[in-house]
Nanobody, 120 residues
Framework: VQLQASGGGLVQAGGSLRLSCAAS????????LAWFRQPPGKEREFVAA??????NYADSVKGRFTISRDNAKNTVYLQMDSLKPEDTAVYFC????????????????WGQGTLVTVSS
């Protein structure tokens, strides 16, 4: 599975962005799909994940971010609203055929990352 993330950019605090992650090489209909992020100088952290059983969000983004998928387009999205400067990070999409988890080392497939910068 190859993943291609896009949609990052510069936005003011309070604004919105939608990230996309297109998969190729295999249908991801039954895969767990997730978004992680890596703020400057910090470790990669879980943001959100979606599976056929439901969704899971980090506490820091609950109520502001929404993860969704379009199986027909083999794509997962991350709608980010009410953005804050602390959301500034490189965002990565990930996929795995197994159980939904917040642990990055459990995901076998990764996109290249897209930078989101939120100005105050």
């Amino acid at each position: 599975v190859q993943l291609q993330a896009s949609g990052g950019g510069l936005v003011q605090a309070g604004g919105s962005l939608r990230l996309s992650c297109a998969a190729s090489g295999r249908t991801i209909r039954m895969y767990v799909l997730a978004w992680f992020r890596q703020p400057p100088g910090k470790e990669r952290e879980f943001v959100a994940a979606i599976s056929w059983r439901g969704n899971n969000y980090a506490d820091s983004v609950k109520g502001r971010f929404t993860i969704s998928r379009d199986n027909a387009k083999n794509t997962v999205y991350l709608q980010m609203d009410s953005l804050k400067p602390e959301d500034t990070a490189v965002y990565f999409c990930a996929a795995d055929p197994d159980t939904l988890t917040t642990q990055s080392n459990q995901y076998n497939y990764w996109g290249q990352g897209t930078l989101v910068t939120v100005s105050s």
